[in-house]
C-alpha cells in the first residue's frame, strides 16, 4: 500500500454501493437518516452511471452527482466515487459497435447489460478515460470524496474477447514479449508440434475455437496478455485521476475466489494505493468460513498488511442457481472474520436493495422488508460493532506459515492437456490451508520468489509450473533450514509450460531426494490405501506417482495397486532444513494428520494453545496491542484463556473470554 496516498477515515469503514440514482429522490433523505442509524461511514457510488453522468458522447451531466455528494457529505458520510466506466451506455456501442466482444465461438456479444466491451478497444479506452478525466475534474477537491472506485471487478465478465482487434493488440504483446522475434516464440510455444510453426506474426490469433486442444502455451500466454490488457486499463485510468486528484488514493475491486480466467492479482496490487476484496459465499461450499479466512489472508498477503473488504452480502446473492440466505448469525460472523484476517472496512453489495434490474433478488443492508427485518437488525449492530473495534484499524497479521499460490501455476493447471482433469488449484490449495485453519495457525500467501526469511515453514500444495528463479529460492530455503513441503504435480513444467526432463517433480528433484519415473492419477471415486505413518484407514485419492527415493526416507507407502509398496509421502534433510513430497492427494484426515506433523516438526504454534473445535482464532498485532479475535463457527459457544479487554462488550477479561454460541469476541491484549 502506498503511503502517501492512505484513506483519510478514522476507525473501520463502513457501509456499501450506494446507487441512490435507481431511486426517486424523496428517498435519499431517508438513505442519510438511516445510514447514520447504521453507522455507515463510507459508501461506493456512481459505479454503473456512466449513461446519467454522459447521456451524449462528450456531454456531461452531473447534476445528481453534485447531489449525491453534496448530500453525503453533509450527512458526515465519506464518498469512495467510482469511475463508471464497467457499464458503456447504449449510445457507445451504437457510435462503436466494433467495441462489443466477441467469445471464443466468434459470436459478437450484445450491448444491454454490463461489461460487454473488449478490453482491448481503442474506442472503448478513449471513451473511458475521457469519462474518468471529467469525473475527476469535477470532484478532485470535493470534501465527500476520499477514495476512487476504478471501474468494478475488472474482467467479471470480460476477462477475454477473441476479436481481431483483440488479436492485434495480442500480436504487439508477444513481440514484446519474445523482443520481436519469431523464432523464439516459436520455441517458447513448441510449435514443431502438429505444424504450428509460425512464419508470420499476423498468423497468429487469439486460441479461439478448434477441433482439437490448442497450443497450452498459446493458451498460457494469452491469460497473462488478458490479464495485462485489463491492467493496463487500469493503470490508465489511475494516472488520469492521480493528475486530477494526486492525494486521492485509488482502489479496485478484487475478486480473489474467481474462476480459472481470474486475474493475476499480485501484478495488480503494487498499482494500486489501497488494495480492497470482494467476497460472496458460494451456497454448495460445506465450510465456507474457510473461504472467508483463506481470501482474507491471500488480499492482505498481496496488500502487504490491511484492506479493505469492498463487498459482500448480507445475505442471499442473485447469481447462484439457488441462492441461500446467511444463517442466525452468519452475517457478522463473516464480516468480523474478514477483519480478523485483515480488512480495515467492512462493505457490502449494496446499500438498498433494488426493486428492479437483474439484481433485485441480491440481499442489501437495507431490505425489501424496510428496518423491520432481521437484516436491519443486523446491519445496525454490525456498525456498532466495527465502531467498537475502531483501534484494531491498521494491525496486521504475523505468520510463520507461507502457502505458494501463484496464478500462473493455477492457469497452467487447469489447462486441458492435463494428465488428470479433476485438478483445481484452489480446491488443492484450500485442502492444505484447512487443516491449518483448523488447528488456529496464521498463513500468509507468497509467490514462489518471494522472501521467504521470516517463515519457518513453506507449504507448496500445488505449483505444477515453476521457474528457475521461484524453485532455487523455494528450494534454498530449505537447503538454509526452513521446512518446504511441496504437493504432487508440481515442479513439473516450466514458465513456458515445457516439461522439466530427467523425472518428476522436475524442479524439485533433488531437493526432496525423489525421482518419479510415471504418473498414475486416479479415477474420480478411486481410492488407493496407504501404509505407514498415517492414521489407520488412510487413503490416497486423486493422483498417485511410482515415486523412487534417491535421498528421502518413505514417511507413507501405496499399500496396495499397481505402485503397492512405492512411496507416496517422503521427507528428506536437505541442507540445514527439510522438504517432504506429498506425491499424492491424501483423505482429509490424512492429510489433516501430516500437515500437524509438518507444522510440529517445523517449530510452527498455533495462535492459542489449546483450542476449542469449532472456533477460530486469529490474532492481528498492533503497534501497542494485540487483537485476539475468537469467532464461533460450531454454534456451540465456549470459554477460552485470555486476558485483556473484551472490545466487543466493554467488560474486562481475567484468565477466560465467553465466546457466544455462533458469535465473536475481541480481546485487546497489552503488550
Ligand atoms: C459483484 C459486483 C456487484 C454486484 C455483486 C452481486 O460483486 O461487483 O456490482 O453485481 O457482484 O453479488
Same mark, same amino acid.
Not at 279 to 292: G, N
Not at 314 to 340: F, I, Y
Not at 365 to 386: C, E, F, N
Not at 448 to 453: E, G, Q
Given at each position: 500500500?502506498? =503511503?502517501?496516498?492512505?484513506?483519510?477515515?478514522?476507525?473501520?469503514?463502513?457501509?456499501?454501493?450506494?446507487?441512490?440514482?435507481?431511486?426517486?429522490?424523496?428517498?435519499?433523505?431517508? *438513505?442519510?437518516?438511516?445510514?447514520?442509524?447504521?453507522?455507515? =461511514?463510507?459508501?461506493?457510488?456512481?459505479?454503473?452511471?456512466?449513461?446519467?453522468?454522459?447521456?451524449?458522447?462528450?456531454?456531461?451531466?452531473?447534476?445528481?452527482?453534485?447531489?449525491?455528494?453534496?448530500?453525503?457529505?453533509?450527512?458526515?458520510?465519506?464518498?469512495?466515487?467510482?469511475?463508471?466506466?464497467?457499464?458503456?451506455?447504449?449510445?457507445?456501442?451504437?457510435?462503436?459497435?466494433?467495441?462489443?466482444?466477441?467469445?471464443?465461438?466468434?459470436?459478437?456479444?450484445?450491448?444491454?447489460?454490463?461489461?460487454?466491451?473488449?478490453?482491448?478497444?481503442?474506442?472503448?479506452?478513449?471513451?473511458?478515460?475521457?469519462?474518468?478525466?471529467?469525473?475527476?475534474?469535477?470532484?478532485?477537491?470535493?470534501?465527500?470524496?476520499?477514495?476512487?472506485?476504478?471501474?468494478?471487478?475488472?474482467?467479471?465478465?470480460?476477462?477475454?474477447?477473441?476479436?481481431?482487434?483483440?488479436?492485434?493488440?495480442?500480436?504487439?504483446?508477444?513481440?514484446?514479449?519474445?523482443?520481436?522475434?519469431?523464432?523464439?516464440?516459436?520455441?517458447?510455444?513448441?510449435? =514443431?508440434?502438429?505444424?504450428?510453426?509460425?512464419?508470420?506474426?499476423?498468423?497468429?490469433?487469439?486460441?479461439?475455437?478448434?477441433?482439437?486442444?490448442?497450443?497450452?502455451?498459446?493458451?498460457?500466454?494469452?491469460?497473462?496478455?488478458?490479464?495485462?490488457?485489463?491492467?493496463?486499463?487500469?493503470?490508465?485510468?489511475?494516472?488520469?485521476?492521480?493528475?486530477?486528484?494526486?492525494?486521492?488514493?485509488?482502489?479496485?475491486?478484487?475478486?480473489?475466489?474467481?474462476?480459472?480466467?481470474?486475474?493475476?492479482?499480485?501484478?495488480?496490487?503494487?498499482?494500486?494505493?489501497?488494495?480492497?476484496?470482494?467476497?460472496?459465499?458460494?451456497?454448495?461450499?460445506?465450510?465456507?468460513?474457510?473461504?472467508?479466512?483463506?481470501?482474507?489472508?491471500?488480499?492482505?498477503?498481496?496488500?502487504?498488511?490491511?484492506?479493505?473488504?469492498?463487498?459482500?452480502?448480507?445475505?442471499?446473492?442473485?447469481?447462484?442457481?439457488?441462492?441461500?440466505?446467511?444463517?442466525?448469525?452468519?452475517?457478522?460472523?463473516?464480516?468480523?472474520?474478514?477483519?480478523?484476517?485483515?480488512?480495515?472496512?467492512?462493505?457490502?453489495?449494496?446499500?438498498?436493495?433494488?426493486?428492479?434490474?437483474?439484481?433485485?433478488?441480491?440481499?442489501?443492508?437495507?431490505?425489501?422488508?424496510?428496518?423491520?427485518?432481521?437484516?436491519?437488525?443486523?446491519?445496525?449492530?454490525?456498525?456498532?460493532?466495527?465502531?467498537?473495534?475502531?483501534?484494531?484499524?491498521?494491525?496486521?497479521?504475523?505468520?510463520?506459515?507461507?502457502?505458494?499460490?501463484?496464478?500462473?501455476?493455477?492457469?497452467?493447471?487447469?489447462?486441458?492437456?492435463?494428465?488428470?482433469?479433476?485438478?483445481?488449484?484452489?480446491?488443492?490449495?484450500?485442502?492444505?490451508?484447512?487443516?491449518?485453519?483448523?488447528?488456529?495457525?496464521?498463513?500468509?500467501?507468497?509467490?514462489?520468489?518471494?522472501?521467504?526469511?521470516?517463515?519457518?515453514?513453506?507449504?507448496?500444495?500445488?505449483?505444477?509450473?515453476?521457474?528457475?528463479?521461484?524453485?532455487?529460492?523455494?528450494?534454498?530455503?530449505?537447503?538454509?533450514?526452513?521446512?518446504?513441503?511441496?504437493?504432487?504435480?508440481?515442479?513439473?513444467?516450466?514458465?513456458?509450460?515445457?516439461?522439466?526432463?530427467?523425472?518428476?517433480?522436475?524442479?524439485?528433484?533433488?531437493?526432496?531426494?525423489?525421482?518419479?519415473?510415471?504418473?498414475?492419477?486416479?479415477?474420480?471415486?478411486?481410492?488407493?490405501?496407504?501404509?505407514?505413518?498415517?492414521?489407520?484407514?488412510? *487413503?490416497?485419492?486423486?493422483?498417485?506417482?511410482?515415486?523412487?527415493?534417491?535421498?528421502?526416507?518413505?514417511?507413507?507407502?501405496?499399500?496396495?495397486?499397481?505402485?503397492?509398496?512405492?512411496?507416496?509421502?517422503?521427507?528428506?534433510?536437505?541442507?540445514?532444513?527439510?522438504?517432504?513430497?506429498?506425491?499424492?492427494?491424501?483423505?482429509?484426515?490424512?492429510?489433516?494428520?501430516?500437515?500437524?506433523?509438518?507444522?510440529?516438526?517445523?517449530?510452527?504454534?498455533?495462535?492459542?494453545? =489449546?483450542?476449542?473445535?469449532?472456533?477460530?482464532?486469529?490474532?492481528?498485532?498492533?503497534?501497542?496491542?494485540?487483537?485476539?479475535?475468537?469467532?464461533?463457527?460450531?454454534?456451540?459457544?465456549?470459554?477460552?484463556?485470555?486476558?485483556?479487554?473484551?472490545?466487543?462488550?466493554?467488560?474486562?477479561?481475567?484468565?477466560?473470554?465467553?465466546?457466544?454460541?455462533?458469535?465473536?469476541?475481541?480481546?485487546?491484549?497489552?503488550?
Amino acid at each position: 500500500m502506498s =503511503t502517501e496516498r492512505r484513506l483519510r477515515l478514522p476507525g473501520l469503514a463502513y457501509g456499501g454501493d450506494y446507487n441512490p440514482e435507481q431511486w426517486p429522490e424523496e428517498v435519499w433523505a431517508e *438513505d442519510m437518516r438511516l445510514m447514520r442509524e447504521a453507522g455507515v =461511514t463510507m459508501v461506493s457510488v456512481g459505479i454503473f452511471s456512466w449513461a446519467l453522468l454522459e447521456p451524449k458522447e462528450g456531454a456531461y451531466d452531473f447534476s445528481r452527482m453534485d447531489k449525491i455528494l453534496g448530500l453525503l457529505h453533509d450527512n458526515g458520510i465519506a464518498a469512495d466515487l467510482a469511475t463508471p466506466t464497467a457499464a458503456p451506455p447504449a449510445w457507445f456501442f451504437k457510435a462503436y459497435p466494433e467495441a462489443l466482444p466477441v467469445d471464443r465461438d466468434g459470436r459478437r456479444l450484445s450491448y444491454g447489460s454490463r461489461q460487454t466491451f473488449c478490453p482491448s478497444s481503442p474506442a472503448y479506452r478513449t471513451a473511458a478515460l475521457r469519462m474518468a478525466g471529467a469525473l475527476a475534474e469535477r470532484y478532485a477537491d470535493h470534501p465527500a470524496v476520499v477514495m476512487w472506485h476504478v471501474h468494478n471487478e475488472y474482467g467479471c465478465h470480460n476477462a477475454a474477447c477473441y476479436c481481431d482487434t483483440s488479436a492485434a493488440a495480442f500480436r504487439s504483446w508477444l513481440r514484446a514479449k519474445y523482443a520481436d522475434s519469431l523464432d523464439a516464440l516459436n520455441q517458447a510455444w513448441g510449435t =514443431t508440434f502438429w505444424s504450428q510453426w509460425y512464419y508470420d506474426w499476423d498468423e497468429i490469433l487469439p486460441p479461439r475455437v478448434t477441433g482439437a486442444d490448442s497450443n497450452p502455451t498459446h493458451q498460457l500466454d494469452w491469460r497473462r496478455f488478458c490479464n495485462d490488457e485489463l491492467l493496463s486499463l487500469y493503470v490508465a485510468e489511475r494516472d488520469v485521476l492521480r493528475r486530477a486528484a494526486p492525494a486521492v488514493p485509488a482502489t479496485t475491486n478484487f475478486m480473489v475466489n474467481f474462476s480459472i480466467e481470474a486475474l493475476d492479482y499480485w501484478r495488480w496490487a503494487p498499482e494500486l494505493d489501497i488494495v480492497s476484496n470482494d467476497h460472496y459465499l458460494r451456497a454448495d461450499d460445506p465450510a465456507s468460513e474457510v473461504d472467508v479466512a483463506l481470501c482474507g489472508d491471500l488480499v492482505r498477503s498481496m496488500a502487504g498488511g490491511p484492506w479493505l473488504l469492498m463487498e459482500h452480502s448480507t445475505g442471499a446473492v442473485n447469481w447462484q442457481s439457488v441462492n441461500r440466505a446467511k444463517d442466525p448469525g452468519e452475517m457478522r460472523r463473516n464480516a468480523l472474520a474478514h477483519v480478523a484476517h485483515g480488512a480495515d472496512g467492512i462493505a457490502y453489495f449494496q446499500w438498498r436493495a433494488a426493486k428492479a434490474g437483474s439484481e433485485q433478488w441480491h440481499s442489501a443492508m437495507l431490505p425489501h422488508a424496510g428496518t423491520d427485518s432481521q437484516i436491519w437488525q443486523d446491519v445496525v449492530r454490525l456498525g456498532a460493532d466495527l465502531r467498537a473495534l475502531a483501534e484494531v484499524r491498521g494491525s496486521t497479521v504475523a505468520a510463520d506459515v507461507a502457502i505458494v499460490w501463484d496464478w500462473n501455476a493455477r492457469w497452467a493447471l487447469e489447462l486441458p492437456s492435463q494428465p488428470s482433469s479433476a485438478l483445481r488449484f484452489v480446491d488443492l490449495v484450500r485442502s492444505w490451508y484447512e487443516p491449518l485453519w483448523r488447528a488456529g495457525v496464521a498463513v500468509d500467501f507468497v509467490l514462489p520468489d518471494a522472501d521467504l526469511s521470516s517463515y519457518r515453514l513453506v507449504l507448496a500444495p500445488s505449483l505444477y509450473l515453476i521457474d528457475d528463479t521461484g524453485a532455487a529460492n523455494l528450494t534454498s530455503f530449505a537447503e538454509q533450514g526452513g521446512t518446504l513441503a511441496v504437493g504432487f504435480h508440481s515442479g513439473a513444467v516450466d514458465e513456458n509450460c515445457h516439461v522439466r526432463l530427467g523425472g518428476y517433480p522436475g524442479a524439485f528433484r533433488d531437493a526432496l531426494g525423489v525421482r518419479t519415473d510415471e504418473l498414475f492419477p486416479l479415477l474420480p471415486g478411486e481410492t488407493r490405501p496407504l501404509t505407514g505413518q498415517v492414521p489407520e484407514g488412510a *487413503d490416497a485419492t486423486l493422483w498417485s506417482e511410482r515415486v523412487r527415493l534417491t535421498d528421502a526416507v518413505a514417511i507413507a507407502s501405496y499399500a496396495d495397486g499397481p505402485l503397492a509398496g512405492v512411496p507416496a509421502v517422503t521427507r528428506n534433510a536437505h541442507g540445514t532444513g527439510t522438504a517432504w513430497y506429498l506425491s499424492t492427494h491424501p483423505d482429509p484426515a490424512t492429510l489433516a494428520a501430516l500437515l500437524d506433523r509438518v507444522r510440529d516438526e517445523a517449530g510452527v504454534r498455533p495462535v492459542l494453545a =489449546t483450542r476449542p473445535d469449532g472456533v477460530e482464532a486469529v490474532r492481528r498485532r498492533g503497534p501497542d496491542a494485540d487483537y485476539l479475535f475468537l469467532i464461533d463457527h460450531s454454534g456451540n459457544g465456549t470459554e477460552v484463556p485470555a486476558h485483556g479487554l473484551e472490545l466487543l462488550t466493554g467488560k474486562p477479561v481475567h484468565g477466560s473470554v465467553t465466546v457466544p454460541a455462533g458469535g465473536v469476541a475481541v480481546v485487546r491484549e497489552e503488550r
